[in-house]
């Protein structure tokens, strides 16, 4: 395990705007948690129903066969084939997939199945209750969807998580990445930096992806970008990073130092493999979102680099105890080894 | 003659093998500890991020074969995968060992792998089979590399095929393993694996278990295609059922409804006909609401859907019983199963299920008799025969019945309707024990040989036993025994008697009569052993209990045992009242009625009370009778 630690946790009077930014996260999943717990399970509810999804799932067959290859990728096609005639389990897998399709719900009152009235009669009046729900939905309300792709929520997605998991994890990395990046451009820079990113992140994943009836929600976009430029603007600096090799002996956990663009690395090979890897169909992590930020990330710190006379870029030293000045690929056990400690 | 020399060679005697490095001296051999480490940097930091990047468009396209079910396509993707990991590995270990003699991992502990002989640099084919040697250990869950723990020279087996030795570069190196050390990783490696040889040997041994009868492979097979194998086994003439459309889902819905299919085969059916594209019918509809009936709002739907298509249909009664049914409109159901077109099956078995229900056992065998042309039924009906005969008091009929279904019927079965009868039939004395259905549940020897998940067969195994005399059942082993808390406290209610506590004996029996997961059949058997015992108004009280009887099987049987008690005790009032419900429900037995017909002679020409008159309308259930599914 290896975890990227830097000057480790900066308090908020040093950097106020990652703290306050933080902080309006938290006070977003607060409500949203508080006022969407039961829209959701109504919501979840609505969506397990083996029923409903069966039928969708033999409809969006017809519906993905009817406009084929390239509006619909082949592998959709081919299910769509495998759905409309095939068991019900295929069927159930392709109505699951049918909800990210907003064209296919926003059309929903257009289509009939006329192989069995009762199942579309059914289908229409569960695709307006689950119209309504998800209007209810805060996920739905400030996330970004191809429903609705407004202005205000190219901004407003980024505030927005979908649970303590997501939330904790993203904010890790604000605290570490972006105390640090405030510290050296400042608080008004850092928050463009942020906001930037994440409109950027978006934009990539609609470009890339394409935008969906699910919400896009989250800051890890906007966080890539932050992340992205501190690693930019400190390329070569040694930065402090966590280690343990899962064993359970002296000497194998501890800090280790390795150069800034490490981070850079691990991110873009992670975030690319999970791009080209996945269906996007299928939805899940939003790799294509986390690539647009770290691309904007690149290109504002190229920028700044240019505009460095104007906009100073202060130096911040990662350094060990004592002042100690570490070098690229030393490492600090935090317990040495008994044969080191002897000697 | 030359006699030739037959003595053997001399064995050279304990050459020890000792590497001529200098490097690899005692002392600089690497700890295996720091191997570890630069493996897990190897691996994790270095390996995995690669391997993910590569693999990736790879990735997406076996995911989209594993969904699309493309086993081709998915199993030579994983080949594929399986392959690159491999090149990935031996190219880098083996590149990074014949340049650098360290990988990067080994670099971070300062590690160094050299000949072992000699100080020639290794060749890179050595390099490669070290590689390929290290992969194979890899797949033998990392056994074999146990054997730097038992190596004199601290030499696994890739060390060993390449003749190379790993070095620590800086004076941290480790000596040869202790004789403890060593045993202690043989023993563990050893216990590894017998411990898989069993495994193994148990998976091979339950295999040919699960293929020894043909009859379970061609299930296993079947199973595995989703075919509703009791609808291919009934379905009969194969042209018949493709000249009739929904052929195949009629017969689904029979056996369904007669409890010998699973809801799943309706649905295995319906997928059918949607795969052949057979035109939607008044009884898809009605299969439907089956398969939908956990979502009522659609199951509904399903069933009004029936009627608007086809409203003189057959389907369209079966729907309308439907909904009658879960309204508990029992005169509604008798009314539509009365005007209702015969001959399709499942509205049959609906109405024997009503008229068993309702305890109208006489009308159940007239539509027994209606499915005698139903082969597929068969089972249902011999069972349900037994029944209607037994609860109407045909004994002998019942035992022909019983006789006639026992070679006919699933072993289990035979032995569960026998259990049934002979539990029933041992209330009146242990002289049934000589009888057909007892013969066929004999007394256990032990009390493991009971399963108390069958509880018919159960309760006739526990009073077989009681028949052998007062000593033959230890309640106590029982009820500490038995998992089942109902039958738990029937034990210890048993056990309470045979102290001669009967008030705490009458509150665990009351307790078995009240509780709402007790099985019907013990829970009349819990009655009649309490009214046994029981003083006039623990009786009374037994009586209110008996009134909340959801079954109306059990609720006639519980009220003629009632009855019969009350009159021993000459408690006329609490007995008429009972006879009064009973004569409302035509549930009096024929010794109820020679009881009550006697207690009325003997009232010296007064005429009946009119609380014991029956009412005009024979048919009305008391309000305080509450039937339930």
């Keep these: 395990m290896i975890f990227p630690v830097l000057n480790g946790l900066i308090g908020w009077s040093k950097a106020p705007v990652t703290w306050a930014i933080l902080f309006l996260n938290l006070v977003v999943l607060l409500y949203t948690q508080n006022t969407g717990v039961d829209g959701q399970a109504r919501l979840d509810d609505l969506m397990k129903k083996k029923s409903f999804v069966t039928v969708q799932g033999r409809i969006y067959a017809g519906y993905v066969q009817e406009r084929g290859e390239p509006e619909y990728p082949e592998f959709l096609v081919d299910l769509a084939k495998q759905a409309q005639r095939g068991p019900n389990d295929r069927a159930e897998m392709l109505g699951q997939l049918a909800f990210r399709d907003f064209n296919f719900l926003n059309d929903a009152d257009n289509i009939d199945y006329k192989e069995d009235p009762v199942a579309s009669r059914m289908w229409h009046k569960r695709v307006a209750d689950l119209k309504e729900l998800q209007h209810e939905h805060p996920s739905f309300t400030f ?23 997501h939330f904790i994890s993203n904010m890790l990395f604000l605290v570490i990445f972006g105390a640090m990046l405030e510290k050296q451009i400042g608080g008004l820079g850092f928050l463009v930096v942020f906001l930037l990113s994440g409109v950027f992140a978006a934009g990539t994943f609609a470009l890339l992806t394409g935008m969906s009836s699910t919400p896009l929600v989250g800051a890890s976009g906007a966080i890539s970008g932050v992340m992205t430029m501190y690693c930019v603007l400190n390329w070569g600096r040694p930065e402090r990073y966590f280690y343990w090799l899962f064993l359970p002996f002296r000497g194998y956990m501890g800090w280790i130092y390795l150069p800034a663009w490490a981070s850079l690395a691990i991110w873009a090979v992670s975030d690319l493999s999970g791009y080209i890897g996945t269906l996007p169909e299928l939805g899940g992590i939003a790799h294509a979102a986390h690539l647009g930020g770290e691309v904007s990330g690149t290109i504002m710190a190229l920028i700044l680099f240019s505009l460095r006379k104007f906009w100073p870029v202060h130096e911040v030293h990662a350094t060990a105890r004592n002042g100690y000045q570490p070098k690229i690929g030393e490492m600090i056990p935090f317990l040495p080894p008994s044969h080191k400690r002897a000697s | ?98 340049f650098f003699g360290a990988t990067l991992g080994k670099m971070l ?32 869950l990392g056994l074999p590399l146990l054997s730097v723990f038992t190596n004199s020279q601290r030499r696994t087996l890739h060390d060993r095929v390449s003749d190379t030795c790993v070095v620590s570069m800086n004076g941290t190196g480790t000596v040869a393993p202790h004789p403890v050390e060593r045993g202690l990783v043989r023993g563990f490696v050893g216990s590894c694996l017998l411990f898989a040889l069993l ?76 795969a052949t594209q057979t035109p939607v019918g008044g009884i898809t509809y009605l299969a439907q609401a089956f398969v939908n009936a956990d979502d009522a709002e659609v199951s509904n739907s399903y069933l009004d859907q029936v009627c608007e298509d086809t409203p003189a249909s057959v ?26 077109t015969k001959g399709s099956g499942y509205l049959e078995v609906w109405a024997v299920r009503h008229h068993m229900k309702q305890a109208h056992y006489q009308e159940a065998l007239a539509y027994l008799d209606e499915l005698s042309d139903h082969r597929e039924l068969s089972e249902f009906s011999l069972v349900q025969r037994v029944k209607a005969y037994f609860n109407s008091y045909q004994t002998n009929e019942a035992e ?124 009349v058997e819990a009655l009649r052993r309490v009214a046994q015992f029981a003083t006039t108004p623990q009786l009374h009280a037994l009586v209110e209990s008996w009134r909340g009887f959801e079954s109306k099987d059990s609720w006639i049987k519980g009220g003629n045992l009632l009855f019969a008690r009350l009159m021993e005790k000459k408690d006329r009032d609490s007995a008429l009242r009972v006879a009064r419900y009973l004569m409302n429900a035509e549930g009096l037995s024929p010794n109820s009625v020679a009881q009550l017909t006697g207690l009325m002679t003997n009232e010296k020409g007064d005429r009946m009370p009119a609380s014991v008159r029956p009412k005009e309308n024979i048919h009305t259930i008391p309000d305080s009778y509450e039937e339930g599914d």
């Excluded at chain 2, 590569?54 to 080949?79: C, H, Q, T, Y």
């Excluded at chain 2, 009934?234 to 009629?250: F, M, Q, W, Y």
Aim: charged share 25%; net charge negative; aromatic share 10%.
């Design chain 2, 400 to 523: 022909a019945a019983l006789a006639s279904a026992i070679p006919a019927l699933p072993k289990d079965d035979a032995d569960d309707i026998s259990a049934w009868v002979c539990a029933q039939a041992l209330q009146n004395g242990c002289a049934a024990l000589d009888k057909l259905p007892c013969r066929e549940v004999p007394a256990p020897k032990e009390m493991g040989e009971i399963d108390f998940e069958h509880s018919a067969v159960a309760l006739a195994k526990v009073m077989s036993l009681e028949c052998h005399g007062d000593d033959a059942v230890d309640y106590l082993t029982f009820s500490q025994a038995v998992k089942n808390e109902d039958w738990q406290t029937f034990f210890r209610a048993n056990l309470k008697r045979q102290k001669d506590d009967l008030s705490a004996a009458y509150k665990l029996f009351a307790d078995v009569v009240n509780s709402n997961t007790t099985p019907e059949l013990l829970r």
């Design chain 2, 199 to 274: 495994v193994a040997g148990v998976q091979v041994h339950q295999f040919f278990d699960k293929m020894k009868l043909e009859h379970n492979l061609i299930a296993t097979f079947d199973h595995e295609s989703g075919a509703c194998e009791v609808v291919d086994k009934n379905i009969g003439d194969e042209e018949e059922s493709t000249a009739k459309p929904h052929a195949r889902l009629e017969l689904a819905m029979s056996l369904y409804a007669a409890g010998l299919a699973e809801r799943n085969c309706l649905e295995v059916e319906l997928e059918r006909e949607i």
């Design chain 2, 1 to 98: 003659m030359v006699i030739p020399d037959w003595t053997p060679p001399k064995k050279p005697v304990n050459v020890e093998f000792v590497p001529t490095n200098s490097q690899a001296n005692v002392g600089n051999m690497a700890r295996p500890v720091d191997r570890l480490a630069a493996v897990i940097v190897d691996i994790f930091v270095l390996l995995v991020p690669i391997f993910i990047l590569l693999s990736a468009p790879f990735k997406r396209w076996m995911m989209a074969s594993f969904i699309l079910g493309n086993e081709p396509d998915f199993i030579s993707l994983v080949g594929v995968m399986t392959l690159m990991a491999v090149v990935l590995v031996v190219s880098y270990q083996a590149s990074f060992h014949f």
């Design chain 2, 315 to 340: 389907e369209c009664t079966m729907s309308k019983v439907v909904s009658r049914w879960s309204d508990e409109d029992w005169s509604a159901v008798e009314d539509l199963l009365a005007n209702a």
């Design chain 1, 143 to 165: 996330g970004l969807s191809s429903d609705d792709a407004s202005l205000r929520k190219w901004v407003t997605y980024i505030f927005v998580h979908s649970g303590w998991f």
């Design chain 2, 109 to 140: 502990f300062d590690l160094k792998v050299k000949p072992a002989f000699g100080d020639e640099r290794m060749t890179f084919m050595s390099c490669v089979g070290r590689s390929l040697v290290w992969i194979l250990e890899f797949v033998c």
